[in-house]
T-cell receptor, first 113, second 117 residues
Framework: LAKTTQPISMDSYEGQEVNITCSHN???????ITWYQQFPSQGPRFIIQ???TKVTNEVASLFIPADRKSSTLSLPRVSLSDTAVYYC??????????????FGQGTTLQVKP | DTGVSQDPRHKITKRGQNVTFRCDPI?????LYWYRQTLGQGPEFLTY????????KSRLLSDRFSAERPKGSFSTLEIQRTEQGDSAMYLC???????????????FGPGTRLTVT
């Protein structure tokens, strides 16, 4: 599975847009990019997944350039409740694979008032 | 609520004791995973079931660890002769079998926090 690199921590203020970039230089053709959010003492929560270009849902947007060697999770207008650890993962989750997730250390986002 | 549930949420045990955790996945999900998470680290994969078959085990899963999913529904994770190094959050996740163009994501339970004294 492709290795990912993301900042260890980020700070932001309420109401700002936050962009967390993840590098995955060795991403394979069949790999998808997935982001999870984790609050203290809770399990990770799936946020968004994409393969290329842009994906948007009610929580976030995911921007993936044409070479797919990086991706950016965009959180619009963050609030204090968005303070969490954000994990970027890449992998081939097709039915021929187990679908196991390989987590790195993630990015700890601290939103300040 | 039809999410993934885990029981107990917290467990304190003395070194050398056996412990068992239970996970109830989302009912229609074929795939079930166990992960372990220590403080400041991301979750680490332990094992994977597709229905009742255990198809993959991590090298992290020593002989003291065993997991079952007898009827393809709930799963149990047992740790025998616990050691202090087993102290961690044990997370269970489930997912359906992915279709070719479906969005994929694992749904995690709240975890069981194990403290071995």
């Amino acid at each position: 599975l492709a290795k990912t690199t993301q900042p260890i921590s980020m700070d932001s203020y309420e109401g700002q847009e936050v962009n967390i970039t993840c590098s995955h230089n060795n991403i394979a053709t069949n790999d998808y990019i997935t982001w999870y959010q984790q609050f203290p003492s809770q399990g990770p929560r799936f946020i968004i997944q994409g393969y290329k270009t842009k994906v948007t849902n009610e929580v976030a947007s995911l921007f993936i350039p044409a070479d797919r060697k990086s991706s950016t999770l965009s959180l619009p207008r963050v609030s204090l409740s968005d303070t969490a650890v954000y994990y970027c993962l890449v992998g081939d989750y097709g039915s021929s694979n187990t679908g196991k997730l390989i987590f790195g250390q993630g990015t700890t986002l601290q939103v300040k008032p | 609520d039809t999410g993934v549930s885990q029981d107990p949420r917290h467990k304190i045990t003395k070194r050398g004791q056996n412990v068992t955790f239970r996970c109830d996945p989302i009912s229609e999900h074929n795939r079930l995973y166990w992960y372990r998470q220590t403080l400041g680290q991301g979750p680490e994969f332990l094992t994977y079931f597709q229905n009742e078959a255990q198809l993959e085990k991590s090298r992290l899963l020593s002989d003291r660890f065993s997991a079952e999913r007898p009827k393809g529904s709930f799963s149990t994770l047992e740790i025998q002769r616990t050691e202090q190094g087993d102290s961690a959050m044990y997370l269970c996740a489930s997912s359906p079998l992915p279709t070719l163009r479906s969005e994929f994501g694992q749904y995690f339970g709240p975890g069981t926090r194990l403290t071995v004294t």
